[in-house]
């Protein structure tokens, strides 16, 4: 063998290691995303099942006067 070739196999080897080295770290985390998903989604569809939210009043209410405006109202002085 030349010594280009050891060189480009000391490379391959060193990207493997590195490859390998990155795999082992991503693994669990990945796991533990994977964990947390599916426990949320079984939770969630518990959920979904068994508390039903009354369903939302979309119709306007009238206005109410604000506090200041009752305050201006009995500061005024009387008509004539």
């Known amino acids: ?3 280009t070739t050891s060189l480009s196999n ?3 080897a060193h ?4 490859a390998i080295n990155v795999l082992t770290a991503v693994t ?3 796991a533990a995303i994977t964990t947390i998903a599916i426990i949320t989604a079984i ?3 518990f959920n979904e099942d068994h508390i039903e939210a009354p369903p939302k009043d ?3 209410s ?17 008509r004539r």
Request: charged share 20%; hydrophobic share 30%.
């Open 28 to 30: 669990p985390v990945i």
């Open 1 to 3: 063998m030349d010594s």
């Open 62 to 78: 009238p206005p109410s006067p604000s506090p200041w405006q009752h305050q201006e109202r009995d500061n005024r002085p009387p």
């Open 43 to 45: 939770i969630m569809e």
């Open 10 to 12: 000391d490379k391959l």
């Open 58 to 60: 979309l119709t306007p």
């Open 15 to 18: 990207l493997l290691y590195t």
